[in-house]
């Protein structure tokens, strides 16, 4: 496994940060990366079980995703090992590629498992989806069918896509941008301006009252 | 809490929402005043505004609270 360069010491990490560094960078660099290895594959299989109760996949699938986090997120962590800026423990900030990792691969196993297209509309989802029991949905009836409406006439072809994607078929947000070509961060920002037009439309129609201070409908 | 509050709330945008890519890039740095028991809010407002909605996020942020948590740090 290569080994990062070495570079100047590390702003405000302490004693246990010194030696994860000193180690990943020196001259018995195998050893350190074992250990560091070692702790990235049991957070990883950590991860992985708190996220399997989502997941349609068996012990070994679920065992594999694990291990190739744990290889992933030691290169990633080894190729960025000099940004890391003390801000935490060394350990919190490895954890954080491992994490990643998973989320990343469990995102990419969801379309080998996906029962149905996502481009056909199922309106008839939207109560569900959006937290309405069947009697809370027909007490809404209006402002829900001002909801489709919104989506329907305000939105762009692109945020239209990805509320169909993200709301009504639950899609999970990292699938998506893999499939869509784009990442997680772009998905949320046209979410974000897709929310907010709703919102206007649905305060300009009298089904919400005006925005509150600091947000803008 | 009714279907038509959590509506309201999905529907709730706010100008301080740091975003996905913010929120990855210090989302280490979150955990560790959360752990240490600080209001990570008076650091990172813009993450906390974000994690009150994005989904992906909160994912991530509880499972590497938990894994920080159970980190007994290097031997």
Known sequence: ?217 | MTGRDDLLRFLETDDRDAGCERTKELLHAYVELVLAGNDPELTYPGITVHLRTCGACVDDFEGLLAAARADAGPE
């Open chain 1, 1 to 217: 496994m290569a080994s990062a360069s070495r570079a100047g010491p590390v702003v405000g990490a302490d004693a246990d940060d010194a030696r994860w560094i000193d180690g990943l960078r020196g001259p018995r660099t195998a050893q350190a990366e074992g250990r560091l290895h070692d702790l990235l594959v049991r957070a990883a299989r950590a991860e992985v079980a708190r996220r399997a109760g989502r997941l349609r996949l068996a012990g070994p699938e679920l065992d594999d995703i694990a291990h190739q986090a744990a290889h992933d997120a030691m290169l990633a962590i080894l190729r960025k090992l000099d940004t890391f800026r003390g801000d935490s423990r060394f350990t919190t900030w490895a954890y954080k590629f491992v994490i990643f990792e998973v989320s990343g691969k469990i995102a990419r196993h969801f379309w080998a498992h996906a029962d149905e297209p996502v481009e056909a509309e199922q309106w008839e989802r939207l109560p569900d989806r959006l937290g309405f029991s069947p009697e809370d949905a027909a007490e809404s009836a209006d402002l829900l069918d001002a909801v489709r409406r919104a989506v329907d006439g305000q939105l762009t072809d692109r945020q239209r896509e990805v509320f169909v994607a993200l709301v009504l078929h639950g899609v999970p947000v990292d699938a998506l941008a893999e499939r869509m070509g784009t990442n997680r961060n772009a998905l949320y920002k046209t979410m974000f301006d897709a929310r907010r037009k709703i919102r206007g439309f649905l305060v300009a129609h009298g089904h919400l009252p005006q925005a509150r201070i600091g947000e803008q409908a």
